[in-house]
């Protein structure tokens, strides 16, 4: 079993800056793909950037130029790094970890944008 944990949401200005953390325990190795999802109220749950265990990585488009996706793999931490936040940023963000079929999901941190 993994536990995926997050940390670092919050209320923040248009224009500003959070870095939200993940951290797996359990079986969880750096052979699992992470992810950072979010779910704004009222709509579906959609990805905002992947890793690959080799370090690719993808973005929405929403939020190329804007988020940095990371990981540290000797802490089995991701990072994500959210500059210039908008206000259409608020959602829930979630993790989520995966090996072939073995999917795991954080309980979610709130990302509020607003002035």
């Known amino acids: 079993q993994v536990q995926l944990a997050e940390s670092g949401g919050g209320l923040v200005q248009p224009g500003g800056s959070l870095r939200l953390s993940c951290v797996g325990s359990g079986t969880i190795s750096s052979m699992y793909t992470m992810g950072w999802h979010r779910q704004a109220p009222g709509k579906q749950r959609e990805l905002v950037a992947r890793?690959?265990?080799?370090?690719?990585?993808y973005y929405a488009d929403s939020v190329k130029g804007r988020f940095t996706i990371s990981r540290d793999n000797a802490k089995n931490t991701v990072y994500l790094q959210m500059n210039s936040l908008k206000p259409e940023d608020t959602a829930v963000y979630y993790c989520?970890?995966?090996?072939?079929?073995?999917?795991?999901w954080g309980q979610g941190t709130q990302v509020t944008v607003s002035s």
């Open positions: 989520r970890a995966n090996y072939y079929s073995s999917i795991y």
């Open positions: 890793i690959t265990s080799g370090s690719s990585t």
